[in-house]
């Protein structure tokens, strides 16, 4: 019994009972920290899901949102003035040849520009009247009115000048694509002129911004796709050269169609014009660079 209760010997079995308890909590340390570790590699942090995961979701999301809305705004200008626009066009060149008025006048001209304005300007207020009534209460329609007045005088401007530049361009005998050309590139000058002049003279209006550099730049992308609305305008000629008139089954117009019809698929004519330049801007411009955003 006294060997048991001997000193040294309890000295000896606590240092050994020690060192088993160190080794057993290392043990369980070392095997906690592996499994840490093995956890973490396998388990994104938060941090790791918001910088790597989120902005990527959020950035393809905003491309997509952008690029629909777009597509939405593209529509909404090609109903409320596009269409219009050739609508009034197409009629009011049937009212100038009930008066007798041939198509190399200037009484023609200036009736189907304003035919054109007309269809422009009453289109648009009619739209967002319309709009305003059924899902937004909050459109300004002061607003709209002048901003539709300012578009319209563009519009007067380019609806002038198209018969007269398809006159001379047929005139000398240009093939289809040529004259379609022409009229693109000279209708959209004659929009762009009319938008800047527009700016510069409505200015003094509420809602009419000046002339600047940002908005020449927009005014310049929106005059291009006027101008495609307009070349496509020219398929409705049928009788030009109509081998070559790749819109003549879509478009083309005959001296036998009827007013209403006529006026109808001119206003199809712009609008399919318009739509397919403006298509190419929304997917091509980037974010924020588009007139249309």
């Not at 840490?36 to 393809?60: A, F, T, W």
């Not at 409505?202 to 927009?218: A, F, M, Q, V, W």
Request: with cysteine; net charge neutral.
């Amino acid at each position: 019994f006294s060997l048991l209760i001997n000193p040294q010997l309890l000295k000896m079995l606590a240092t050994t009972a020690a060192r088993r308890l160190f080794l057993n909590a290392y043990s369980r340390n070392l095997f906690s920290s592996q499994l840490c570790r093995s956890v973490h590699q396998s388990i994104p942090s938060r941090s790791d899901i918001q910088m790597n995961e989120v902005p990527l979701s959020v950035g393809k999301l905003k491309e997509e949102t952008n690029l629909s809305t777009r597509f939405n705004r593209t529509a909404e200008v090609i109903v409320s003035k596009i269409f219009p626009a050739g609508f009034g066009w197409q009629s009011a060149s049937v009212v100038a040849d009930k008066m007798s008025m041939e198509a190399d006048t200037l009484g023609f001209a200036l009736t189907t520009g304003f035919g054109d304005a007309l269809g422009v300007f009453v289109g648009h207020t009619a739209y967002f009247a319309a709009k305003k009534r059924l899902s937004d209460s909050n459109i300004n329609m002061v607003q709209q009115a002048q901003v539709g007045f300012l578009l319209s005088s563009a519009a007067m401007c380019s609806g002038t000048v198209w018969q007269p530049i398809v006159n001379v361009l047929q005139g000398i005998d240009l093939s289809f694509n040529a004259v379609f050309m022409g009229t693109w590139f000279g209708c959209g000058t004659a929009f762009y002129a009319g938008l800047r002049a527009g700016r510069t003279f409505l200015s003094s209006l509420e809602y009419i911004e000046e002339p600047t550099y940002k908005n020449s730049k927009d005014d310049a992308s929106l005059s291009v796709a006027i101008g495609g609305a307009t070349g496509f305008f020219v398929g409705t000629d049928a009788a030009y050269l109509p081998d070559q008139n790749f819109l003549l089954s879509i478009v083309g117009i005959a001296d036998e169609t009827p007013a209403l019809l006529g006026s109808t698929i001119a206003g199809t004519s712009t609008a399919l014009g318009f739509a397919t330049t403006q298509s190419f801007f929304n997917v091509a411009y980037p974010a924020g660079k588009c007139w249309v955003d």
